[in-house]
């Protein structure tokens, strides 16, 4: 008899357990909430490694804040603390030889269903600029890995943040490119 009671309870344990999981998570591991970077303005396309500079901005980026359900319910507890962004570079010549991934403590916040702009965030500083490739444009007026006067380098840009409920979220990467030269 105790052997029939202490089966037929981990039997309902098992389902109970079971019952707890819908099975699919894709709407509730990001808050229900996904960030989008959905506008870039007066991108910067060439760029010059000499004198005296040290930072390159975007005039303005555009953050929206989409509800993953647009007809369920929202609350404030969907809006999202941007925390950082990342600037992460490329090669789109024949080199090999990238500066260091920008990585830049942020704050603003991005209410649900709404959008936030950001305004001259940097996405190349003096740590991009001392180190190579450009560096060599600097320095030599060419890359010496290449040989070319011209770099061309591929930006990817990404935003990461939380709901106010504390889920981390990141946005989809956004890339363009630029032409970086002595």
């Known amino acids: 008899m105790k052997l029939t009671t202490r089966l037929l309870t981990l039997g309902t344990l098992v389902l109970a357990l079971g019952a707890c999981s819908s099975g699919d998570l894709s709407s509730t591991d990001s808050g229900g909430v996904k960030l989008s970077i959905t506008d870039f303005d007066q991108l910067p396309i060439y760029v010059s490694a000499a004198g005296d500079c040290c930072t390159v901005a975007v005039p303005s980026m555009t953050l929206a804040n989409v509800a993953l359900d647009p007809t369920g319910t929202t609350s ?6 941007i925390q950082s962004y990342e600037v992460v570079y490329t090669r789109e010549d024949s080199g090999s030889r990238v500066p260091p991934k920008l990585v830049q403590a942020i704050f603003g916040v991005v209410p649900v ?20 490739p450009f560096l060599d444009l600097k320095n030599y007026g060419r890359d010496l890995e290449t040989g070319t006067t011209v770099v061309r380098m591929r930006l990817t840009l990404r935003f990461f943040g939380r709901t106010l409920a504390g889920k981390e979220v990141d946005s989809t990467p956004a890339s363009f490119s630029i032409e970086v030269t002595p």
Not at 76 to 81: A, F, K, T
Not at 113 to 118: E, I, M, R
């Open 76 to 81: 404030e507890l969907m809006n999202i603390e």
């Open 113 to 132: 269903n709404g959008t936030d702009t950001l305004n001259n965030y940097p996405i190349i500083k003096q740590d991009q600029f001392n180190n190579q």
